[in-house]
Structure formats: C-alpha cells, structure tokens
C-alpha cells in the first residue's frame, strides 16, 4: 500500500539509508543532552508557535540552547528534509506528516504534538459566485500533495469537479510557493487559491480577493489540524529527555499565544520579518490570528479524515496509521501543568 504524492519521490531514498542506521541508537539515550535541535517550520501564522518560540527565546530556554532552524513553504519539502536527517524535528501539516509515516513503513517520523487548528482558505476573484464558476478555471495550492492541496481537491471533488496532478481536469490546480501566489493573484495569471494564514488574509486584503471557502466550515465544531510537530524517529529514541523539553517549549509558547494575543503578534510579525524581510501590516497580522486556534492537541480524527481525503482524490493509497503518534511525552508535559491528556482517537 504505496501512496502517491510525487514530491518524495527522492526522499525516500535518503529515509531508506537513515532507517537502516537508527537500530544501532537504541539505548544510547542521554538525559544531559547537549545536542542542538534542528527545528524546521514555516513563515506562516500556522506555525506561529514556532515563530513565537524562537522570538521569544522559549525554544533556547527549554533546550538549553537556541534550536537551529530551518524554515519551508510546503509539508512536502519538510518532511523531505526528515528524510534525509537534515532536520530532527519540524512543524508541519497533516498531510505530509501521513504521507513520511506511510512511505516508511510507519519508521521514519512521529507526531508528538498538535500545534494549530484552523486558518485555511480558497480566496478567489470577487467574479467567481460559485463552485461552478470555478470550472476551466487555475486555483494554487503550496505544494502538490500538502495539507491545502489535498484540502482543495477533495473539496472539488464534492462539488462534481475533477482535478488531476498535472493541473488537468476541471480546474486547473497549480502548485506554487505562497509568496509566489500573492504575486500571481495580483497580476491575474491565476484565478484563486487555497492557502494557509497569512496569505489568506492577504490575498483578501491586498488584492481584493473574495473567501469563497473557511475550510473550518467544512469541519465538525470548526475544529481541523493545520499543523502538528513531527520528530524522527531516530531521534526520539536517541534522545527521548531532549524530546520532552522541546514539548514543554511546544506547550509554553502556545499558552504564551492564548495569553497574550498582542504580545503573539508582535513576536510572531518581528520573527516573519526577520526570516522574509517583510513583515505582515497590522491588518493583515490582526485578521490573521483572528483565524487560527493555537493547541498541543493534535485532533486526531480530523487528520485519519484528512487520509481519507488523500485516498478519494487518489493522492494517497489505502494508509493503516496505527503508531503514527507518540504522546506520551506530551501527556507527561501536561500532566505536570495540571492539564488533561490528550487523545490520537
């Protein structure tokens, strides 16, 4: 049961070397780790834990040390760079975190954490009433096979539209980088896009785009995994201490968010301008936040529906994704803060 997003195609060549490697870790766990973490996420206001973490110094603080970090556009290059042992742990959607699980054999990654629910949308031209008048029309995702692409297809699907992954079908879907869709809906070389906060607010606000579609209103309560943090495996085993402060760094950035929501923003906007040289207008960063729920819980039924979604557009194989969490070590994180467990049912 093979799945078929294209992107790992290559990766999973370097997962296949870095597995063979990891059974002589077992046991070599250390509880004085001086290891630095690298930690993978995007510049988007899904991964603001991230984002607030490092501003703020949680991440060091926890760590011992500041974490070194890499940031993507897409889950598909994340969990790429998994694979090849270029990162140890990343924030990343449901999609690909299925996807590094099953091209495995359920070997290479765990989720250990939620970290984000909500803030996906289809913004499209202020023309476009309907699903219908989407037909013939070219609407981008981040990247074939993510978490908004599969979200976009299958939503096209229930609508009687047929989508294929060389951007044929009914609606021609065209992955690209994010920022490279701000400019493309502007200049009008594209017609809509399902994408993730803050390019959904922007696409409304800078270039008078229209939200056909709140993916929150597509699912029960509101409530849908946008983001989860993932590690490798290999790394969990070998440094299982290192692990936990990272969830308890996962865990006081996001009640720092809750908390403080102006202060969030601030460190969230300072640490988007640093990584990408712009950072969000005020509106843009106030809507933004408004979208998007911040939580260690990683609403497991919402990502075993986000499979499901996969297989229906044919992206995906028939998955078993059984062992695909460990939260144990975020059980313990919150049990010691007085905070009820969370659940992969």
Not at 243 to 258: C, G, H, S
Request: charged share 20%.
């Amino acid at each position: 049961m093979q799945p078929r997003f294209a992107a790992f195609g290559l990766a999973i060549l370097a997962g296949t070397g870095l597995l063979t490697a990891c059974g002589s870790d077992k046991g070599n766990a250390s509880s004085s780790d001086d290891t630095v973490v690298r930690l993978g996420f995007f510049p988007n206001i899904t991964h603001a834990t991230a984002l607030v973490g490092v501003q703020k110094g949680i991440f060091a603080k926890h760590l011992g040390k500041a974490p070194k970090t890499l940031t993507f556009n897409a889950g598909p290059a994340a969990t790429e760079a998994v694979f090849s042992g270029a990162v140890d742990a990343t924030y990343v959607g449901p999609n690909p975190a299925i996807n590094a699980f099953v091209k495995s054999h359920g070997q290479a990654i765990k989720i250990i954490s939620g970290a984000a629910s909500g803030g996906a949308a289809l913004i499209v031209k202020p023309s476009i009433k309907s699903a219908a008048d989407l037909r013939g029309k070219k609407i981008a995702t981040p990247q074939l096979g993510n978490t908004q692409d599969v979200a976009l297809r299958y939503w096209l699907k229930q609508q009687g539209l047929k989508t294929d992954k060389a951007g044929g079908g009914d609606v021609h879907v065209v992955p690209q980088d994010n920022s490279q869709t701000l400019q493309a809906f502007a200049q009008g070389q594209i017609d809509g896009a399902w994408v993730p906060e803050p390019y959904a607010s922007r696409l409304v606000l800078e270039s008078k785009g229209k939200k056909l579609v709140d993916e929150a209103s597509l699912w029960p309560g509101g409530k849908f995994v946008i983001t989860n943090l993932i590690v490798r495996t290999e790394f969990l085993k070998k440094h299982p201490a290192l692990v936990k402060k990272l969830l308890e760094a996962q865990v006081e950035a996001t009640d720092y968010i809750n908390s403080d929501k102006a202060g969030a923003e601030q460190a969230a906007n300072t640490e988007l301008g640093s990584l990408t040289g712009k950072p969000l207008k005020q509106a843009a960063l106030d809507a933004t936040f408004k979208n998007v729920t911040f939580t260690s819980d990683p609403i497991a039924s919402s990502l075993k529906a986000s499979a499901q979604h996969a297989e229906a557009v044919g992206l995906l194989d028939h998955v078993d994704l059984k062992g695909i969490y460990d939260l144990g070590p975020l059980n313990e994180v919150l049990k010691a803060k007085g905070r009820p467990a969370v659940s992969e049912s």
